[in-house]
């Protein structure tokens, strides 16, 4: 099912003070606008619009997002404020899409503008749960495997740009996109100034910064809505809830160092050791080796911890103390659920420009024919 994305929406201008934009925000109503000093070189203001759910579940534009958006580019245009080669365009994606069931995209928005006016907070009612990281691996691969063609639909100034750094496509090579965490992800990336920027995602949103400054409405909707259609083609056709497992390694050393379990989990994870000699190593009891082991258990995870019995070993019964032994494995392979990619005999075409209408994809190739006519 195609998700009620929310975005959010940074336009950085130049020639205009903060203050006078400002100013004409407030003559011409227009609420919600944070205008910030811009402090890159030759870039004066960035106008952050507040969350908006700026398409409809069809990919219609919800018309009080749109409205919206077009006021706020009239008044920039209006008052002369300008764009030069420096300035970027950042839309931000909420990691939690709008529940279609709680609320309807301009009812939603309405209060999201009319919040953030008030209160300077985010409006966040009937939101769901977070994309998957899965999710995010996947749009941020198929970003990357196609980089290419996202810089013929930008302009040159916006290709290998200092503050939108490409996320290169062999960062992925022997990584399994089903193991994928936001950390991980971030370790794939330049930092906040990459094409994609994870960086923000404790403040609830994954950053888009690579496409150029513009104050036309039309070009910011046209780039929200590939965005869009990139997101949720990996939501509705790429991944899918299963299980999975992965391998995951036990810690190297979980407790204190120097410490009687600490000792005796080294012994045990490093190929394993007899009760008798845990005893030697830690001048424990044996009983109290027994509650070390449940001790570690707990820590590390059943699974991870194997005894090898007496009777296992061909000992008789009396005969533990030497011949029971016990070993934390280094590897351990997990059972889990949840999203996992689909396998690839079903799974949906990795391509940026899957599921974009055939409108979409013209103007996106006019745009290239303009950008570079030879």
């Known amino acids: 099912m195609t998700k009620l994305l929310i975005q959010g929406i940074e336009i950085e201008t130049t020639g205009v003070s903060v203050g006078r934009i400002q100013t004409a925000f407030e003559q011409a109503n227009i609420r919600g606008c944070d205008v910030k000093i811009d402090h890159t070189p030759s870039v004066d203001a960035e106008i952050a619009l507040p969350p908006l759910c700026l398409f409809n579940s069809d990919g219609t534009p919800c018309q009080v997002a749109y409205e919206y958006l077009v006021s706020v580019c009239r008044v920039l245009n209006n008052i002369g404020c300008r764009i030069n080669s420096h300035c970027g365009l950042h839309v931000h994606v909420g990691i939690r899409p709008l ?39 996947d749009v941020a691969y198929r970003y990357s495997r196609q980089q290419h063609l996202i810089n013929r639909i930008l302009p040159p100034s916006r290709t ?38 994870f960086e923000t995602w404790s403040r609830g949103t994954v950053e888009f910064r690579q496409h150029s400054g513009t104050i036309e409405a039309e070009k910011i909707m046209s780039w929200c809505k590939l965005i869009r259609t990139i997101v949720n083609w990996s939501i509705t056709d790429r991944v899918e809830n299963g299980t999975g497992s992965t391998t995951e390694t036990t810690p190297e050393n979980p407790f204190r160092n120097g410490s009687r379990v ?41 699974s991870a911890v194997v005894t090898n019995t007496m009777q296992a070993n061909g000992a008789r019964y009396g005969q533990g103390t030497d011949h029971t032994s016990y070993e934390v494995l280094t590897e351990i392979t997990v059972e889990n659920s949840g999203t996992i990619m689909i396998p690839e005999n079903r799974i949906g075409n990795a391509s940026i420009w899957s599921n974009v209408d055939d409108n979409d994809f013209e103007y996106w190739q006019n745009r290239t024919t303009d950008l570079y006519p030879n």
């Open 99 to 137: 529940d279609e069931t709680q609320a309807q995209s301009h009812n939603w928005t309405g209060n999201s503008i009319s919040t953030f006016h008030n209160t300077r907070r985010y409006y966040t009612e009937g939101l769901s749960d977070e994309i998957s990281a899965v999710i995010w691996y």
């Open 262 to 302: 600490g000792v005796q989990y080294s012994l045990m994870r490093n190929g394993g050791a007899s009760t008798r000699e845990i005893m030697d190593a830690t001048g424990c009891s044996e009983q109290r080796v027994r509650a070390a082991v449940s001790e570690i258990r707990n820590r590390v995870g059943h």
């Open 160 to 197: 290998d740009n200092r503050y939108c750094h490409p996320i290169n496509v062999y960062n992925f090579d022997n990584l399994d996109a089903n193991n994928a965490t936001i950390e991980g992800l971030k370790r794939l990336t330049r930092g906040k100034f990459s094409t994609i920027n």
